[in-house]
């Protein structure tokens, strides 16, 4: 392996004079008072290479040796994961002794002692390729699949594969032969680099499949998809964690994956305290069984802060290998970009806008990118939802990393303040917020063949009148509310009343926190009908008392059980109400 010796020092940037060859991306270890310090290769000139340690790097001298490995950052994966709250680099956080990792210290990802029972999937004879499912181990509810290394090239045939029994990660379970007559002994374990895309699938099409989340402002106004990607800006205190919280519980996913890159420690606490708490209505224990934490200890030197997203999606990529649905949660990726920036700042590269890395716009739509809907090679289907959280500075949505994930991001959804001061939760912008999807043929086909033909125009005419509603509302203000013809104000309560029963949603209300599609296309045929009235009132008083008694009656509907008595009750004096005009 090749060898090198410390020739600068700069926080944690450290360039080393190389013996041999290195790749860029390639992990060595620079060695220091007994301590290893793991780095990666960021830019290679000749035999000088500039590497970011993950480490602190005080006390490291000129001189110091290195020894390069010869493989990329990557994760180990295997079962054993699910629960777990990982760090950026993957040391297991709840392993550590005290509070935080000492320098050089890592702890193990996996449980190697622990036992699974394996149930083969493959038999002997098979001719199998790179992650193709060689067998099968279930933990706490999920199905995970023990995989061909995805490494190996070309096609293997199966020598021999264990029967079914209780085997640990490190078990031999299966033998390959390629086709040069190479056995490969295969274990539990996977090594997955983190910087690239897995490709490992047959194909990517446009992902269609509406991702429900029991959130009406998502699912009826801007829905994610299965394998979608969506992005949530958001000042303190609007609404983020709740959001997250809800979507994390409620959507229809597999697997919950959540990087926390938060660089204020309590941020990453809340995360831990909160989390373990959650409740999992899919399978009525807790979320946690089917959700893995990667978080950054404020400590941490920025290079593990920027390498935690890649752990993260990389976990992500070998779920949905497996034919899982993954939902992956970042929050923030503001945070992220800011340590691409130390670093690209500290290689004195020429900065791009903000002092941001020139490739920050490369970066994130590479991030964004692996996301997806897949079919793998043996014809099943996975997908990685992706959803970031952007933290902008000063709420200003003209910066770049803001700007970047824009482009990228198919769902834009802008927690507001204003909002959240009125307390319209989930104070999520309806005029500025937005989803793609909607105008993906693929996507309006399958809403046409799982609810009806009529839903994506009923949401859009619904998406029109509030754009009127707030234009109207600024007029109002401006002229008065006698300065308007009443007609104004019929339209502009219209827009109350798609506001009130359909976009607030009170996450605490045990009934309200979660609309099902069936409540939901109810809830935006009730709105409709309501919209397309041509009402017809003598003065602007008259307007208000009408919708606030509606807008009434409609909250109390939202605060039933479907279809209870109570419920119908409450439609059946919508109704009333509707004729009587
Ligand atoms: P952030 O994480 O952005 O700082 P939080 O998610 O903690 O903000 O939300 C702040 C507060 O706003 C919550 O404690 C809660 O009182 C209120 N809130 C946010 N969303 C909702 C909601 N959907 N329903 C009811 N209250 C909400
Ligand atoms: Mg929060």
């Not at 449980?111 to 706490?140: C, H, M, T, Y």
């Amino acid at each position: 392996m090749t060898k090198g010796t410390v020739n600068s020092v700069i926080s944690n940037m450290v360039t080393l004079r190389v013996d041999g060859p290195v790749k860029q991306g390639e992990i060595c270890y620079i060695e220091t008072g007994g301590d290893k310090l793991m780095s990666e290769v960021i830019k290679i000139i000749g035999a000088d290479v500039y590497v970011q340690v993950f480490e602190s790097t005080r006390g490291l001298k000129v001189g110091a040796p290195a020894e390069f490995t010869g493989h990329m950052l990557e994760v180990q994966l295997a079962p054993g994961m699910l629960s777990k709250e990982f760090d950026g680099l993957q040391n297991d956080l709840n392993k550590m002794e005290g509070v935080f990792l000492k320098r050089g210290q890592y702890t193990d990802p996996l449980d190697r002692d622990r036992e699974w029972d394996f149930i083969p999937i493959a038999k002997e004879g098979d001719v199998v390729q790179s992650s193709d499912w060689l067998g099968q181990v279930d933990e706490n509810t999920q199905p995970i699949k023990i995989m061909v290394p995805f490494q190996m090239e070309g096609k293997a045939k199966v020598k021999s594969i264990v029967k079914a029994g209780k085997y640990k990660v490190e078990d031999t379970i299966a033998v390959l032969v390629t086709e040069n007559q190479e056995e490969i002994k295969v274990n539990m374990i996977q090594h997955w680099p983190v910087k690239f895309a897995m490709t490992n699938y047959k194909q990517k099409p446009r992902p269609f499949k509406l991702l429900e989340t029991g959130v009406r402002t998502i699912d009826t106004f801007n829905p994610i998809v299965e394998g979608g990607t969506g992005f949530i800006p958001g000042p303190f205190g609007t609404g983020k964690t709740v959001l997250q919280h809800a979507i994390s519980k409620q959507a229809e996913a597999d697997i919950v994956i959540i990087a926390a890159c938060g660089e204020r420690a309590n941020e990453v606490v809340e995360i831990f305290t909160e989390f373990p708490e959650l409740d999992d209505p899919h399978t009525g224990r807790k979320l946690m069984e089917r959700t893995i934490i990667i978080a950054n200890t404020s400590n941490m030197p920025v290079a593990a802060r920027e390498a935690s997203v890649y752990t993260a999606m990389t976990m992500a990529e070998y779920y949905r290998a497996m034919g899982l649905r993954v939902l992956l949660m970042a929050d923030s990726t503001s945070r992220w970009a800011q340590a691409l920036r130390e670093m690209s700042n500290r290689m004195e590269e020429l900065p791009g806008p903000d002092a941001f890395p020139m490739d920050l716009s490369a970066l994130i739509s590479n991030f964004y990118g692996r996301a997806g809907y897949v079919y793998l090679n043996n014809g099943e289907v996975g997908s990685i939802t992706f959803i970031g959280t952007v933290s902008p500075a000063g709420g200003n949505l003209k910066e770049p990393v803001t700007e970047n994930t824009k482009k990228v991001a198919r769902c834009f959804y802008g927690l507001e303040q204003e909002r959240a001061d009125k307390k319209r939760y989930p104070a999520v912008n309806p005029i500025d917020s937005y989803s793609k999807y909607l105008e993906y043929p693929e996507f309006a086909d399958y809403i046409k063949n799982k609810i009806n033909d009529q839903w994506i125009p009923k949401v859009l005419n619904l998406k029109t009148r509030m754009q009127r509603g707030k234009e109207i509302a600024e007029q109002i203000n401006i002229l008065g509310d006698d300065g308007v013809p009443v007609d104004y104000h019929i339209t502009f309560w219209k827009s109350e009343i798609i506001d009130f029963v359909l976009l607030q949603q009170d996450a605490f209300d045990e009934v309200d926190a979660v609309s099902s599609i069936e409540r939901q296309e109810a809830i935006l045929n009730l709105v409709t009908d309501i919209c397309d009235k041509d009402f017809e009132f003598e003065n602007f008083n008259e307007v208000v008392d009408y919708f606030k008694k509606m807008i009434n009656l409609c909250k109390q509907m939202n605060y039933s059980e479907f279809h209870s008595e109570q419920y119908e009750d409450f439609v059946r004096q919508i109704h009333e109400m509707l004729n009587e005009n």
